[in-house]
């Protein structure tokens, strides 16, 4: 209690009243305050941990060895709310609510036939961690058994009533299927969920760093309940498969809620559903510009960008190439004091403290431009707007950047010098574009190579005349030769690739007075701009990602590199 008093989390006076209210019984003190403030609940756990001689662990941030959380028999693990991370050496590190109690330890240890090094994690967390952690592809192919197993399955559902679909939907096994689903989404990091039916076989795949993946094939037999029970969670017609449908459901989790969108549509073979997962960028810390892979260049000149007090910034890529991460790195880069930000987003994904945000809300038509609108009466100096999805958005946000603020968005285009000219298109005058643009990123991500399997290769002589300037030259990159860690994929995780425009006098020129993209092209290149792909290749050389990673995401343009990372025309 003194660490909490001396570090201003209570006062004197409240400490002794909570001791009395919890008889004196600290940690029972510590989750009271974790509860009450849930902003501050790392802080406490630090201190609690110092406090008893152990390292805080945060769950949702460590990196999980799959092959050692397995390792523990998950009725031993709620037990005693104890769950293993990862294995140096002989000892186990095991994250615990009670790291001080020997028994559990020594119990733990005779299981593992390994010293077990504790660390502290509250309760919960330990709780959330398990329900994803021990979840697999081959839990869900047991819970489907099950499902068969039970004979709850039908074959169609068409004169069913809306209560026997219910009822069906609402049966243990189903129940758990559809959990167990959406958990096992958590734990891959999937993007999307999506439930293909087929001539045979429901497929089950995941999008996992922008790749679809397979997990599981099901009978078709099951295709109708696990449909019925995800629209009975997204509070949906479950009687309806004609139509698509569009929705929000729900995963709740001891510490915290994940939101997925569900879309359904109809298909020869019945509905197709894609379950995208939100919110989970809300529970991470925003990263910093130079953990966001740029090279030198591109950091220079994107922080030189920031400097410049008004203009309209523009993030752009397909959906899910990494924006919002950028954004709001850039936000964190200019989040001041002295400096008041608003952002317009849908849907919210990333939680800063210091800025004001606003979800967007079209039931009560507080939508782009009305937020928009209202904003620019709330004396901003920052704002950052989700996307410019129309010309009404688009006119607004220019008039911004020309009345003294500095507006970042999104825009949807191939590449940075489309997105110069993608706001004519929408029909704003190119004498509103010209003067309010101050830069442009693209952005693309490609998937990393797994640290855990990551070996060097020397490539095929043909493939390096593609990306070299020179013949003859030995270069050695890398590869990941798969693993239990990255499911045999070779990869772990994303980073981007980009090219980025400042906006010169010249280029500013070639806009207002309606230039080709070929022409604008030209004037970037002259004045030192580098694609993409050029960036993709310096990271293929510098052992981050692979050429079919750099040859799946970009189309080939008229530039090359040398080993030493330079580049020729």
């Not at 509905?271 to 892979?293: A, F």
């Not at 954004?327 to 939680?351: A, Q, W």
């Not at 050429?547 to 590199?561: G, H, K, M, N, P």
Request: aromatic share 6%; charged share 25%.
């Amino acid at each position: 209690m003194e660490l909490l008093v001396s570090r201003g989390i209570v006062g004197q006076d409240a400490g002794r009243r909570l001791l009395r209210r919890y008889h004196d019984d600290c940690f029972a003190v510590l989750m009271h305050l974790a509860r009450m403030n849930p902003h501050q609940k790392t802080l406490l756990a630090r201190i609690w941990a110092d406090s008893i001689g152990v390292a805080h662990v945060d769950l949702q941030k460590t990196l999980f060895q799959r092959e050692v959380v397995q390792r523990l028999p998950e009725a031993f693990a709620r037990k005693n709310h104890l769950i293993l991370l990862y294995q140096f050496g002989e000892a186990v590190t095991a994250a615990t609510s009670d790291p001080a109690n020997p028994f559990m330890l020594r119990e733990a240890q005779s299981i593992l036939g390994c010293p077990v090094s504790p660390v502290f994690s509250f309760p919960d967390d330990i709780e959330a961690a398990i329900e994803v952690e021990y979840k697999s592809e081959q839990k869900l192919r047991d819970l489907s058994s099950r499902i068969v197993t039970d004979s709850v399955v039908i074959e169609d559902i068409s004169e069913l009533t809306r209560d026997e679909l219910q009822k069906i939907a609402g049966s243990q096994a189903v129940v758990e299927f559809v959990q167990g689903l959406l958990l096992l989404g958590v734990r891959e990091g999937a993007s999307d969920i999506h439930v293909e039916p087929g001539e045979d076989k429901v497929r089950i795949r995941f999008r996992i760093d922008g790749v679809l993946q397979e997990k599981s094939k099901i009978e078709r037999s099951l295709l109708p309940p696990l449909v019925s029970r995800l629209k009975i969670l997204a509070d949906l017609n479950i009687t309806e498969k004609r139509r698509p449908q569009d929705g929000r459901l729900c995963l709740t989790l001891p510490n915290r809620t994940i939101d997925f969108r569900f879309s359904s549509v109809p298909t020869s073979y019945g509905e197709k559903i894609v379950l995208r997962v939100l919110g989970q960028m809300e529970t991470k810390d925003v990263p910093d510009l130079t953990d966001l892979s740029f090279s030198r260049a591109n950091l220079d000149a994107l922080e030189r960008v920031m400097t410049i007090p008004y203009g309209i910034f523009f993030v752009t890529g397909p959906t899910g190439s990494g924006k919002t991460t950028t954004l709001f790195s850039m936000l964190k880069h200019l989040n001041r004091p002295g400096v008041n930000i608003t952002t317009i987003e849908d849907p919210i994904e990333y939680r800063l403290p210091g800025i004001n945000q606003i979800q967007v809300n079209t039931a009560v038509e507080l939508d782009f431009p009305a937020a928009l609108r209202a904003f620019l009466r709330q004396d901003p100096d920052v704002i950052l707007v989700g996307e410019i999805r129309d010309v009404e958005t688009a006119e607004i946000a220019c008039r911004a950047a020309l009345t003294g603020h500095l507006v970042l968005a999104t825009l949807h285009t191939n590449n940075a010098v489309q997105a110069l000219t993608r706001l004519n298109d929408m029909g704003v005058q190119p004498y509103m574009v010209a003067p309010s643009m101050v830069g442009v990123l693209a952005q693309r991500l490609v998937r990393k190579i797994c640290d855990h399997c990551r070996e060097p290769y020397t490539p095929d002589p043909e493939a390096i005349r593609s990306i070299l300037a020179v013949d003859g030259q030995e270069v050695i990159l890398h590869q990941g030769r798969g693993c239990l860690q990255c499911g045999g994929t070779g990869y772990s995780g994303r980073i981007a690739i980009h090219e980025l425009i400042v906006i010169s006098d010249d280029i500013r020129t070639l806009i207002s007075r309606g230039a080709s993209l070929t022409e604008i092209h030209h004037c970037a290149a002259q004045a030192g701009f580098q694609s993409m792909r050029y960036d993709g290749m310096k990271k293929v050389l510098r052992g981050l990602t692979t050429l079919e990673e750099i040859q799946r995401v970009t189309v080939a343009d008229d530039r090359s590199i040398t080993s030493d990372g330079m580049s020729t025309v």
